[in-house]
């Protein structure tokens, strides 16, 4: 299933229909990937947004009645056991995204979760200092409907990961408005390097890669880089690190 002999661990699952979809997980670092599985065609395809934040050794579980999938707790390179909580929708096979979901009192990872008449228990795992969790939590599931989630209520660039990255790195950034967006990369003297996005683009969060080459395709060199988002009348700057 996967090019090059990568075979990656940790990832967490669930079933939704015909799909099996799979976040994250441990593959020369940790992944923000998503990927899908037809159980009935055996297609197997990358899809086209990531988690908002890379994790593995956490737990996803389907809310039967929204449809919704919950990514749960797990670690990354920057938390030994992640509270954060992300929601992923599927909303009619082609278009996809992940927005943040409650936070969760106890980081944890390898938690065990379960949906249960319209609630999220979560229990079990490991905190922080890799003792095992005692309390038990419970995500009220069904009130975050897919009218609540479904966009984001403020504009926002995300930092880029990896930082310091090479040869590339994820951006992600927010749109609560469809708009005409521009993301940009500039050196560290003012000048333009690579144009990511020119174009209007609808409201969600989206994710896309920087590759570390200039608009001719010329490698850049080790540095600082600035990263623009430029949409309606919001712009917002974050500093990248290339290492060659």
Known sequence: LYAGGDLPEQQMTAKKGNYIYIF??????????????????KAFERLPVNLIEPRAGGRAVLDYTTGQIFIIGGYNENSSALSSVEIFNDYDGT???????????????YPVAEYVNGYIYVLGGYNENNEPESAIEILTATVMSVNAVSHPTEYKLMQNYPNPFNP?????????????????????VGEKAVNLI???????????????????????????????????????????????
Request: with cysteine; charged share 15%; hydrophobic share 35%.
């Open 24 to 41: 994250g997980g441990v593959i020369n670092g940790i992944s923000n990937r998503i990927f899908r599985f037809n159980i009935l065609t």
């Open 95 to 109: 278009w996809f995204d992940v927005e943040q979901g409650p936070q969760l009192n106890f980081g944890r990872t």
């Open 168 to 188: 590339e790195t994820n951006i992600s950034f927010s749109l609560p408005h469809s708009g005409f967006v521009s993301v940009d990369v500039y050196n560290c």
């Open 198 to 244: 020119s174009g209007n683009i609808n409201a969600g969060t989206h994710n896309i890669k920087w590759n570390g080459k200039d608009d001719a395709g010329n490698s850049m060199p080790s540095g600082i880089y600035l990263l623009k988002l430029s949409c309606n009348s919001f712009s917002e700057t974050k500093k990248m690190m290339l290492l060659r």
